[in-house]
């Protein structure tokens, strides 16, 4: 992987070209007062060019010199390879932008002839110079990412090690009692216990909704168990959806609000709808009157958000029902 100290993007690239396009014209501008016989246009024209000539030169080489001989020798010869790119992207970028306006009859090539040489040289090192603190500021800006990230995803490793561990010792007490008396029963219901475990040990924090949903039917099988198969589970997923990314255990933390919330000891049928901008998940069972969010909710809600993914809302007209609604930017990526 390549390291953050060697990371520049386009947009800085295009950042740094606009800026020196800047000091370019500042430059001509100081040439013009320095001898005031020269064209004012054309001069401008020469040390803008020369600039973005420069500059484009050094992401050339810089980006070489980062991409395919920075990361295989050792870090403590960085500096002087980055020195001699940097100096060498300076001065053949204005010996380059020399040559080229050379061709042209204007007053500034007259002008800086006898010591074009001392001044491809100089800025050679003001190139070195300049490419340092850039490299400083670009460092830390993606050292500051590198953090920002590292605190979402602990974050993020915070909030999913609050999920409930209870179903699990239910899932285990329920298999201890069926050992003595289905005995095929309690071997399923450990298979099943394992798979949803190793699904659970994934380290990342979105997973597929195809994923999602093939832990959701382990933990619906896992319940089953300690419900005699009361519970039903009825998956209206539309195929187009299946590869959408979305918060590890969001779709099965909803299916155990509603079997926790809305059993009432009779068949609990639980619908799973997948659409475009939603995901739906609505029982049969009791409605709540005052929906309060708890621990798992509140933590369901602070991942979508913190993800990017959408938001939680629901919905008591005709049936117990929440739903996680797409944000648009996750529905177009």
């Known amino acids: ?29 100081f040439f013009y007062f320095l001898n005031q016989d020269l064209q004012k246009i054309s001069t401008m024209v020469f040390s803008t060019s020369a600039a973005i000539i420069i500059a484009i030169f050094s992401s050339i080489l810089i980006s070489i010199s980062n991409s395919f001989i920075l990361p295989l020798v050792n870090k403590q010869f960085w500096y002087l390879i980055s020195f001699l790119f940097s100096f060498l992207s300076g001065a053949l970028g204005f010996l380059f932008s020399y040559f080229l306006f050379s061709y042209f009859s204007i007053k500034i090539i007259e002008f800086i002839e006898p010591f074009y040489i001392y001044i491809s040289i100089t800025i050679g090192f003001l190139t070195f110079l300049i490419g340092l603190i850039l490299h400083q500021f670009i460092s830390m800006k993606y050292k500051n990412e590198f953090i920002r990230n590292e605190i979402l995803e602990s974050k993020l490793k ?26 095929k029963k309690a071997e399923d219901s450990v298979l099943n216990v394992s798979k ?33 198969d009361k519970i039903k589970l009825n998956i209206n997923n539309k195929k187009d959806y299946e590869d959408r990314l979305i918060p590890k255990f969001s779709i099965q933390l909803l299916v155990e609000n509603a079997i926790k919330h809305g059993f009432e000891g009779k068949e609990l049928d639980i619908d799973i709808t997948i659409s475009k901008e939603t995901i739906e998940v609505s029982n049969n069972g009791k409605i709540e009157e005052f929906v309060k969010y708890g621990t798992g909710l509140k933590n369901l809600d602070k991942r979508l958000e913190l993800l990017k993914v959408g938001n939680l809302d629901y919905d008591t007209d005709e049936k117990m029902k929440f739903i996680i609604r797409i944000k648009s930017e996750s529905i177009n990526s």
């Open 1 to 29: 992987m390549e390291s953050f100290e060697l990371k520049i993007s386009i947009k800085d690239w295009l950042y740094i070209i606009t800026i020196a396009a800047f000091f370019g014209f500042l430059i001509s501008i």
């Open 158 to 183: 915070a909030l999913e090690n609050e999920l409930n561990p209870h179903f699990l010792f239910n899932a285990l007490n329920s298999i201890s009692e069926l050992i003595y008396i289905d005995k």
């Open 196 to 228: 949803f475990l190793r699904n659970a040990l994934n380290t990342d924090s979105l997973v597929s909704t195809s994923k999602e949903l093939d832990m959701v039917k382990t933990y619906v099988n896992i319940e089953n168990t300690r419900f005699e």
